[in-house]
T-cell receptor, first 110, second 113 residues
Framework: GESVGLHLPTLSVQEGDNSIINCAYS??????FIWYKQESGKGPQFIID?????DKRQGQRVTVLLNKTVKHLSLQIAATQPGDSAVYFC?????????FGTGTQLKVEL | NAGVTQTPKFQVLKTGQSMTLQCAQD?????MSWYRQDPGMGLRLIHY???????DQGEVPNGYNVSRSTTEDFPLRLLSAAPSQTSVYFC????????????FGPGTRLTVT
């Protein structure tokens, strides 16, 4: 079946460094990709999305890169701050289906 | 705007009991959905609605019912609770549908004993 997996369950970074969270997907027909942030005890919060006609999209301190050839998606967070500590997960979709990954716990060390 | 609100925040049920999880949004979104989140798994879609009076099944609909009488409200009913329904439930709404930014509520943590 279809799968979406994050490469690392946990990522630790120093405050001020850049963070890169990676996601691999299996369905080559996916044409929509999205990243969410989930803080402990809260609902997921939208970060950024990208469609398959693009390979890069930037937001405020975040960049999503899409490599359709190897079915890989990454989220880059610039100048990571303590408030960025959370679980980050990606989701990929197409047609009437959206598949969520399990998440990477980002820990920001002071 | 309050966004997406859910009640209750926590609930404990005995096997066989029924209950309704409430969800409301004040953003006038046509699309609303219910997900469950279990340890080690990604969010899974239970039911969704593309507008008042229209609902459809998601990936894991068994044991759950929904209705959508207004744009604002989208309650989820557990008909006869089972321990396998122990989970965290999230309601979401979106201005553009499934493949679009979704706004999630704070969640309901349900335990079935």
């Amino acid at each position: 079946g279809e799968s979406v997996g994050l490469h690392l369950p946990t990522l630790s970074v120093q405050e001020g460094d850049n963070s890169i969270i990676n996601c691999a997907y299996s369905n080559s027909a996916s044409d929509y990709f999205i990243w969410y942030k989930q803080e402990s005890g809260k609902g997921p919060q939208f970060i950024i999305d990208i469609r398959s006609n693009m390979d890069k999209r930037q937001g405020q301190r975040v960049t999503v890169l899409l490599n359709k050839t190897v079915k890989h998606l990454s989220l880059q967070i610039a100048a990571t701050q303590p408030g960025d500590s959370a679980v980050y997960f990606c989701a990929t979709g197409g047609g009437n289906k959206l598949t969520f990954g399990t998440g990477t716990q980002l820990k920001v060390e002071l | 705007n309050a966004g997406v609100t859910q009640t209750p925040k926590f609930q404990v049920l005995k096997t066989g009991q029924s209950m309704t999880l409430q969800c409301a949004q004040d953003m006038n979104h046509e699309y609303m959905s219910w997900y469950r989140q279990d340890p080690g798994m990604g969010l899974r879609l239970i039911h969704y609605s593309v507008g008042a009076g229209i609902t459809d099944q998601g990936e894991v609909p068994n044991g759950y019912n929904v209705s959508r009488s207004t744009t604002e409200d989208f309650p989820l009913r557990l008909l006869s609770a089972a321990p396998s329904q122990t989970s965290v439930y999230f309601c979401a709404s979106s201005p553009g549908g499934l493949l679009y930014e979704q706004y999630f509520g704070p969640g309901t943590r349900l335990t079935v004993t």
